[in-house]
């Protein structure tokens, strides 16, 4: 099975720290993805990675940043954390891009509340 | 742009009865669909995928059916438990959009014993 983990599922921070989400994933997969879910907005991509050092920008990419040093590992980062950036945040990856590989696995999340 | 929908936001059913949940899209150029479940306050299980030349996909009691002319998709559970409570959500993989998945509102599934 497919197991994808994020380091904490609650998360309480003061406005403009800095934070970061960690994400593992152990099935060598090449793709990792960040979401965020709001009520009445659904979920929206913030980041995604193809590839080791490699990123793209999602749908709503300010205010984030991502690092991804190693294979297994996706970090989100907010550089200073405000409190719009309170939520429920998602991690994903999967193994490819076509055909059944490109079917996603999410983590269990972390609900980040920004005070 | 492609949007997603399902509705209707929210259903009650009784324990037994067949369930159906609805998914249309705006553009049928996707690359595939996929259904996802998500328990209260935690992440989204992968129930099913099915690739845009598939028509449905079966995995238990549950059976997903795509038709792109039409923009739509629907989610069969036969005979529903309290268990499958949750909300349910589909998503499609655009051809032109990369990795990029467009989700749908979902639809929050009660089923009473």
């Known amino acids: 099975d497919v197991k994808v983990t994020q380091s904490s599922r609650y998360l309480v921070k003061r406005t403009g720290e800095k934070v970061f989400l960690e994400c593992v994933q152990d099935m060598d997969h090449e793709n990792m993805f960040w979401y965020r879910q709001d009520p009445g907005l659904g979920l929206r991509l913030i980041y995604f990675?193809?590839?080791?050092?490699?990123?793209e920008k999602g749908d709503i990419p300010e205010g984030y940043s991502v690092s991804r040093e190693k294979k297994e590992r996706f970090s989100l980062i907010l550089e200073s954390a405000s409190t719009n950036q309170t939520s429920m945040y998602l991690c994903?990856?999967?193994?490819?891009?076509?055909?059944?590989?490109?079917?996603?696995?999410f983590g269990p999340g972390t609900r980040l509340t920004v005070l | 742009k492609q949007e997603v929908t399902q509705i209707p936001a929210a259903l009650s059913v009784p324990e037994g009865e067949n369930l159906v949940l609805n998914c249309s899209f705006t553009d049928s150029a996707i690359y595939n669909l996929q259904w996802f479940r998500q328990d209260p306050g935690k992440g989204l299980t992968s129930l099913l995928l099915?690739?845009?030349?598939?028509r449905e996909q079966t995995s238990g009691r549950l059976n997903a059916s795509l038709d792109k002319s039409s923009g739509r998709s629907t989610l069969y559970i036969a005979a529903s438990q309290p268990g499958d409570s949750a909300t349910y959500l589909c998503a499609v993989k655009e051809k032109a959009a990369g990795n990029k998945l467009t989700f749908g509102g979902g639809t929050r599934v009660l089923v009473k014993p």
């Open positions: 990675s193809y590839d080791v050092k490699m990123k």
């Open positions: 099915i690739q845009s030349s598939q």
């Open positions: 994903a990856s999967s193994y490819g891009t076509s055909g059944r590989w490109n079917e996603q696995f």
